[in-house]
């Protein structure tokens, strides 16, 4: 269990993307000059959009910086719920290699999700970085309530991906997904979180004070790390 939550409060959405976004640059950097090059898990969704957008500025070695995402929607790339789609149209043309992790006409999400962890096991791990951000029912990456809590949850340390479908559906974005296991995210060199607006906040203070018996995927990414976490948060 983490026993150093930091949270940094902005007054407003650009000013906290310019925060996570430097954070995120000196991550990148850090690691090229350790190892010669970076990879890095990212959020999908609306709230790191602004991050991603300035971090797309940053005089980087992109050429040596891999991007998957931490998790994402089974749908076709291209489709607007599609997590790489976004990551793609910020950092491919930095020269960043961007991974798409769902094999586009794939309807059975088990699979996609064992194509998935198969892909993955060709990174270099651990992730120099895991961005996560969190829904208003408290998921982290796509760890969601539903049949496959306990393999994401519980699965072996080795597996690094796995295919989910959550119950209930989302309401944003209703479809089955893949996700980095917790292992695989809580194993990162670098955890950060960034949330917009008091009902994600309440949440994650919540799953705090739960601890590891937290019902909400938050919780447990949190109860599951040794790393100091750094929470990003502004108002909606
Ligand atoms: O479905 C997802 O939701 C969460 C939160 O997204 P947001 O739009 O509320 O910021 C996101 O972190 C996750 O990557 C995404 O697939």
């Given at each position: 269990m983490t026993d150093e939550v930091e949270w940094w409060e902005y007054d407003d959405v650009a000013e906290m993307a310019a925060a996570v976004a430097g954070d995120i640059a000196f991550i990148i950097e850090s690691a090229i000059d350790a190892r010669g090059a970076a990879v890095v898990a990212l959020a999908g969704g609306t709230t790191p959009i602004p991050i991603y957008e300035k971090l797309s500025?940053?005089?980087?070695?992109?050429?040596r910086v891999t991007v998957v995402p931490g998790d994402e929607r089974i749908?076709?790339?291209?489709?607007?719920?599609s997590n790489v789609t976004a990551l793609a149209r910020y950092f491919l043309p930095k020269g960043a290699r961007v991974i798409p992790i769902?094999?586009?006409?794939?309807?059975d999400y088990k699979a996609a999700g064992r194509s998935a962890d198969a892909l993955m096991q060709d990174l270099h791990w651990p992730l120099d970085l895991c961005l996560l951000g969190v829904g208003n029912?408290?998921?982290?990456?796509?760890?969601?309530?539903?049949?496959?809590f306990d393999e994401a949850v519980?699965?072996?340390?080795?597996?690094?991906a796995l295919g989910v479908l959550p119950d209930p559906m989302p309401i944003e974005a209703p479809v089955p997904r893949v996700t980095l296991s917790l292992a695989a995210i809580t194993a990162a060199r670098a955890l950060l979180i960034a949330v917009r607006g008091q009902e994600k906040r309440d949440i994650i203070e919540t799953a705090i004070r739960q601890g590891p018996s937290s019902p909400y995927p938050v919780g447990l990414v949190l109860a599951g790390t040794d790393l100091p976490v750094d929470i990003h948060w502004a108002p909606a």
């Open positions: 500025s940053a005089k980087l070695d992109w050429k749908v076709p790339l291209g489709d607007p719920l769902v094999p586009n006409a794939i309807a029912d408290g998921h982290a990456a796509s760890i969601f309530p539903g049949p496959d519980n699965g072996p340390k080795e597996r690094r």
